[in-house]
């Protein structure tokens, strides 16, 4: 199992930017995908971006795209989602999420969470 926790939420403007980082407990989260998905006010858990494993490749989530980025730095054991262009509707509860291999970002995949990092948009 490993421990993420993630860090970098707040309150901003809408128009504004944050970035979120996750920091893993082991050296092998760098052999793993990581995934950000975010929970907003009454509604489901949903995909945001993910990094595969050595960085090899990215996905986003449509709303995401052009917006956000995700990265890793995997001698830090961290991986970042930078957020720009923010508005109210991108408010919600953000987890970082490590997946069972690689170069899989199923849902169910999902192995470890961490407890999330609450970003808050402001009109």
């Known amino acids: 199992q490993v421990q993420l926790v993630e860090s970098g939420g707040g309150l901003v403007q809408a128009g504004g930017s944050l970035r979120l980082s996750c920091v893993a407990s082991?050296?092998?989260?760098?052999?793993?995908?990581v995934g950000w998905l975010r929970q907003g006010p009454g509604k489901e858990r949903e995909f945001v971006a993910a990094v595969l494993g050595r960085a090899t490749k990215t996905y986003y989530a449509d709303f995401a795209r052009g917006r956000f980025t995700v990265s890793r730095d995997n001698a830090k054991n961290t991986v970042y989602l930078q957020m720009n262009s923010l508005s109210p509707e991108d408010t919600a509860i953000y987890f970082c999420?490590?997946?069972?291999?690689?170069?899989?970002?199923?849902?169910?995949?999902?192995?470890?969470w961490g407890q999330g990092t609450q970003v808050t948009v402001s009109s």
């Open positions: 082991r050296r092998s989260f760098s052999d793993y995908a």
């Open positions: 999420a490590r997946y069972n291999s690689p170069s899989s970002t199923s849902y169910e995949s999902i192995t470890d």
